[in-house]
Every structure is written in C-alpha cells, then in structure tokens.
C-alpha cells in the first residue's frame, strides 16, 4: 500500500527557532500534500493543501508566512514552522492521496511532534 | 452545524462484544467517506473506506453508508482490547480538491 514517511518524529527546541518537517511519498508520486495539526484531544485540523510546482493552498486563518510549504518534487513537500513560539506547539502530521486510486483515501506520515520551550 | 459530526464518547464495551461507531455529514455532495483509527500520540492509519450505499465489509469490520440519511457507520465485531483508540470519520467530495474534513472522533474502550 501507499507509504508517507515523515521526519523527524521529534522536535525539542527553544522559542525563536525556526523547524522544517519533511513528508515523502515512498512508493508513489503525490503532486498533492496535506498538512494537518492536531491538538490534545482535538481533532485534525487542515492547515494546508501543497501543491507540486506551485504556490500551497493555506486554510483559513494559517498564516502562510509562519507557516512555509515547499513541494518541490512529484515525492516530497515541506513545512517550515518560522519563528516557532510556545503556542506553535503541537502535533504536525503530513498526507498524501495516491493519484492512481480514484477518490481514494489519503494516507499519513507518523507525524512531528514540535515542543517549543 | 458542524460538517461532519461524532460522539465523542467514550464508548465503552466489552471484549468480544460489537462496536458501533457512527457519524453524519452536512453536505449532500460528499462523495467519499473513511474511517481511520488513531492511537493515542499516533497518526491516524486507514480502517476502511466506502463509496456507495450499503454495507462493505473487511475482517471484524464493516462500514454502513446511507447517504439518503447522510450517516455513516464502522460496526467492530468481535471488539479486542486492541481496538481501543480513537476512531476519526472522515468524508471528502469530489473535485473539492481531494481534502477530508474529519469528525472530531469517538473515543473507544474495549473492556476486558
């Protein structure tokens, strides 16, 4: 079946930083990502759909200049957290359709934690 | 109206007994429903997906689509231990660009 891998699982760091997630489609090519965040005991929330070769397509209310998507190849997109603060904190977690399975389910990375201090 | 709406639960039961796990959707154009099951600081993984009216069945589970009624349903036969998680409704529309718009999830127990 289709595998996202996601990377790193983990990230620590202090308030100022700026993080960069990686989501790679491994046995598929995905001209489409999503970016998801998810709270505690919350459900997840839709930040961004990444688009291959173009600019991402942000959810209401996600700042795009806090929140930098690249998707620069057919198997790999990015999010850059810029400038992260403690409320930024969260539970990151990309996806991915596999274009081949019309209307199909979208299939999820393991997710990054980011714990700002 | 929320879009897409679960009980929150927790739904408790015991092991070996049926779980039923429900949801209904706002918009009549939803093309595509899934079921993903979360555990706890996990990512969601794919249970099951369903397309048309009726029921689809795969292992100890089977989803039940009606959209006249605009519900959807996972029953869980035979509910282990293992079972116990998160279970997150998700539905999509075609040509809404293949985005979900998941429920909140129902929290499931499966009791020894």
């Known amino acids: 079946g289709a595998v996202v891998s996601q990377h790193p699982s983990r990230v620590i760091c202090k308030s100022g930083t700026s993080v960069k997630i990686e989501c790679r489609s491994l046995?598929?090519?995905?001209?489409?990502m999503f970016w998801y965040r998810q709270f505690p005991k919350q459900s997840l929330m839709l930040m961004a759909t990444?688009?291959?070769?173009?600019?991402?397509?942000?959810e209401q209310g996600v700042e795009k200049d806090k929140f930098l998507i690249n998707h620069a190849s057919l198997t790999l997109s990015t999010l850059t957290v810029t400038s992260a603060h403690p409320e930024d904190s969260s539970f990151y977690i990309c996806?991915?359709?596999?274009?081949?399975?019309?209307?199909?389910?979208?299939?999820f990375g393991d997710g990054t934690r980011l714990s700002i201090l | 109206q929320k879009e897409v709406e679960q009980n929150s639960g927790p739904l408790s039961v015991p092991e070996g007994a049926i779980a039923s796990l429900n949801c209904t959707y706002s918009d009549r154009v939803s093309q595509s429903f899934f079921w993903y099951r979360q555990y706890s600081g996990k990512s969601p993984e794919l249970i099951m997906s369903i397309y048309s009216n009726g029921d689809k069945e795969d292992g100890r589970f089977t989803a039940q689509l009606n959209k006249a009624s605009q519900y959807v349903s996972l029953l869980i036969r035979d509910s282990q231990p293992s079972d116990s998680a998160t279970y997150l409704c998700a539905v999509s529309i075609t040509g809404g660009g293949n985005k979900l718009t998941f429920g909140t999830g129902t929290q499931l127990k499966v009791e020894l």
């Open positions: 046995d598929f090519q995905a001209t489409t």
């Open positions: 990444s688009n291959e070769g173009s600019k991402a397509t942000y």
């Open positions: 996806s991915a359709r596999d274009p081949g399975a019309a209307n199909g389910p979208q299939h």
